[in-house]
């Protein structure tokens, strides 16, 4: 029988596992969605990640941080200014 310290990363790499599957599924598309409200929106980003799927704005910043590199805060400052 495993520890119960080997649980968390079991979990961890369960959530990243899902989240391929989720992207391969849907494609880019939510992403892409992502980019243009927040440009051309002022959306607040919990209403934006809910619109593209995601449970918990801190999923939709996380996966958009690592499609895109940058955090969608900084992403809408950094294209509206």
Do not use: K, W
């Not at 029988?1 to 849907?26: I, K, T």
């Amino acid at each position: 029988m495993g520890s119960n310290r080997d649980e968390p990363s079991c979990r961890r790499r369960a959530r990243g596992v899902g989240h391929l599957l989720r992207r391969a599924s849907r494609g880019h598309e939510p992403e892409g969605r992502a980019r243009e409200q927040l440009t051309a929106t002022d959306l607040p980003i919990t209403e934006i990640a809910a619109s593209v799927g995601y449970a918990t704005p801190q999923a939709f910043a996380r996966m958009f941080r690592a499609e895109v590199g940058e955090s969608p805060s900084r992403y809408r400052r950094e294209r509206r200014s």
